[in-house]
């Protein structure tokens, strides 16, 4: 059977343990090389993985490269403008081809149908890069930041601020693989899908939902937002009109556990979402957990290939 990635859930909560273990050693065996050296076991030695943009990207883009040459494989890009999926070729078809000339494939699109066709048509790992609905691989990263940090995830209180997004969708899944809470703080309208929160709620996890940003985030252990308008989404000025009472200041860390921990998925708009003075600020994690993006994608990868 081909091992897709395309929600946490895929690889269960033994999957994603054994992912986030793999995850630190590695990062920790390699600590002080230089980031282009191969780590000594090359596991994916002559693996190629095709990376497929229909959105733009800095982190997915770095971080995906540099996992497959620090496990001694190589990625190609695949931009939708200059290949012929921009010129109407079914995601089908891609798939079938793709499958001939390549060992895995990683996709960051828009409509999650998109790669849940790849997947049934590939004959080879697809891996969830971002889509509308979630985004498995930055909640990795997440979470082995938060383990780095010394958070232990059983139990944990996660407060969420902002948008109901993919991003939030993933949290709410984890929450509910790895036996943690989240209690979330979004205005009216803008709620996460309830599929996701339901099946937390069924497998254990609390999920909360408030309407008050202080509320959300009183002796959380963890604060968490993101960018309030994603790309190309239209109705900004009147969405972000809504979310600015959820802004993340100085004022409503105050309100989280002393030791709290803030994490954003980047790119921020400052003075939006977030502060300069919480995210340059003592609570902040996010550079670590954008540097993670590489070491939690390499097991991403490795489990993909049957190696966890």
């Not at 899908?193 to 008050?212: C, F, K, N, W």
Request: with cysteine; charged share 25%.
């Amino acid at each position: 059977m081909v091992r897709h990635f395309l929600e946490l859930s895929d690889a269960g909560s033994d999957g994603l343990v054994a992912i986030l273990n793999d995850a630190v050693a590695r990062k920790a065996a390699r600590a002080g090389r230089p980031e282009g050296w191969v780590d000594a076991d090359a596991p994916l030695k002559d693996r190629v993985l095709a990376m497929i943009f229909e959105k733009n990207s800095t982190r997915t883009r770095v971080s995906f490269d540099m996992a497959m040459r620090q496990l001694g494989g190589s990625a190609l890009i695949m931009d939708a403008g200059t290949t012929q999926i921009g010129r109407g070729e079914s995601i089908a078809d891609t798939a079938r081809v793709l499958s001939r000339m390549v060992d895995a494939i990683m996709i960051r699109t828009d409509d999650h149908a998109k790669i849940e066709e790849l997947a049934h048509y590939a004959g080879v790992p697809v891996i969830n890069g971002l889509t509308d609905r979630s985004h498995p691989c930055q909640i990795m990263a997440d979470l082995q930041t938060l383990i780095e940090h010394g958070k232990a995830l059983p139990g944990l209180e996660v407060a969420w601020l902002g948008d109901g997004n993919n991003v939030l969708n993933s949290i709410v899944e984890a929450a509910g693989l790895l036996g943690f809470h989240v209690r979330i703080g979004v205005p009216d309208g803008y709620d996460s899908d309830p599929a996701y929160i339901a099946a937390a709620r069924q497998r254990g996890a609390r999920i909360t939902v408030t309407r008050l940003a202080q509320e959300a985030v009183r002796g959380a252990d963890v604060v968490v937002t993101d960018t309030w308008v994603s790309m190309g989404q239209a109705g900004g000025e009147a969405k972000i009109a809504a979310m600015e009472p959820y802004q993340v200041n100085s004022a409503l860390m105050a309100g989280a556990k002393s030791d709290a921990l803030f994490l954003h998925c980047l790119p921020a708009h400052r003075g939006e979402e977030v502060t300069d003075g919480v995210i340059d600020g003592p609570h902040s994690v996010v550079w670590d957990e954008a540097e993670n993006r590489i070491h939690a994608q390499k097991s991403v990868l490795r489990w993909a290939f049957g190696q966890l």
